[in-house]
């Protein structure tokens, strides 16, 4: 069972950074795709960014394109979620993920989950 422990996130103005990192309890965390997933109150979890077991390849929803990127660190068994340019839209929880499949954008792809944390982007 991989379990996932997430950092980073807090309050920040618009136009400001972030970055959020989710640490991997496993060796095997080589071996799975990452995703970023977010949900904002009374809304459905939404994707927001994955990439390859070795970080080589990555996707983007098109509302972070240009502005966030995702990349691990796999002797760290970390993958981070940098996000720049933040914007009010952004304010969610922001959830860590981790499949056995890349390509997937859909949450329940998904088999392992962080815990959450929070982003707050004020105007």
């Avoid at 995703?35 to 109150?41: K, T, V």
């Avoid at 933040?86 to 959830?95: F, G, Q, R, W």
């Amino acid at each position: 069972q991989v379990q996932l422990a997430q950092s980073g996130g807090g309050l920040v103005q618009a136009g400001g950074s972030l970055r959020l990192s989710c640490a991997a309890s496993e060796r095997t965390f080589s071996t799975y795709a990452m995703g970023w997933f977010r949900q904002a109150p009374g809304k459905e979890r939404e994707f927001v960014a994955a990439c390859i077991w070795s970080g080589g390849r990555t996707s983007y929803a098109a509302s972070v394109l240009g502005r966030f990127t995702i990349s691990r660190d796999n002797a760290k068994n970390t993958v981070y979620l940098q996000m720049n340019r933040l914007k009010p839209e952004d304010t969610a929880v922001y959830y860590c993920a981790a499949s056995s499949v890349y390509g997937n954008t859909n949450a329940p792809a998904y088999q392992h989950w962080g815990q959450g944390t929070q982003v707050t982007v004020s105007s």
